[in-house]
T-cell receptor, first 114, second 114 residues
């Protein structure tokens, strides 16, 4: 499984765009990149997933360069409620065993200030 | 229904007690997971069930015993735990591995061993 590296923490202010970069140098051909958000004392919540180029949904965008060795989660116009830990996961999107081995790295602790 | 329901939400048990954690999902997911999370740490994978069969045991001590009675239910039986086993225990489920790494997590059971 590809190892991921993210900044331990980030600070931002309400209304700003936040970009969190994840490094995954040994990503495999079949691997997808998935981001989760976790609030204290709650389970992680799926944010976005991609394989290459750019993916956008109603809450975030995910940018993946051609070499796929890194990815950037972009949160537009953050609010105080976006204060959370963000995890980047890399793993197989199709797994013949019928499951995905979801291994969490250390994550990035984002603090949004007024 | 996109919920994973875990019961109880909180549990205090003595080191000689036997207790069980329960997890339920009705999304038709065929992969279910148990994670353990200590404060300010990422979730650690414990067990993975795929099609009601144990697929991964991440070298978890035998005082933790998982059980998957059917495709909607996942239990974690606890016996003779230690105080260091106090943590948030998270259950998750995902599709059969053919659609990416999106998993749905429950809110967790906060376990305290005294």
């Amino acid at each position: 499984l590809a190892k991921t590296t993210q900044p331990i923490s980030m600070d931002s202010y309400e209304g700003q765009e936040v970009n969190i970069t994840c490094s995954h140098n040994n990503i495999a051909t079949n691997d997808y990149i998935t981001w989760y958000q976790q609030f204290p004392s709650q389970g992680p919540r799926f944010i976005i997933q991609g394989y290459k180029t750019k993916v956008t949904n109603e809450v975030a965008s995910l940018f993946i360069p051609a070499d796929r060795k890194s990815s950037t989660l972009s949160l537009p116009r953050v609010s105080l409620s976006d204060t959370a830990v963000y995890y980047c996961l890399v793993g197989e999107g199709t797994f013949s065993g019928g499951y995905n081995k979801l291994i969490f790295g250390a994550g990035t602790r984002l603090a949004v200030h007024p | 229904d996109t919920e994973v329901t875990q019961t109880p939400k909180h549990l205090v048990m003595g080191m000689t007690n036997k207790k069980s954690l329960k997890c339920e999902q009705h999304m038709g997911h065929r992969a279910m997971y148990w994670y353990k999370q200590k404060a300010k740490k990422p979730p650690e994978l414990m067990f993975v069930y795929s099609y009601e069969k144990l697929s991964i045991n991440e070298s978890v001590p035998s005082r933790f015993s998982p059980e998957c009675p059917n495709s909607s239910l996942l239990n974690l039986h606890l016996h003779a735990l230690q105080p260091e086993d106090s943590a948030l225990y998270l259950c998750a489920s995902s599709r059969d591995g053919t659609g990416g790494t999106e998993a749905f997590f429950g809110q967790g059971t906060r376990l305290t061993v005294v």
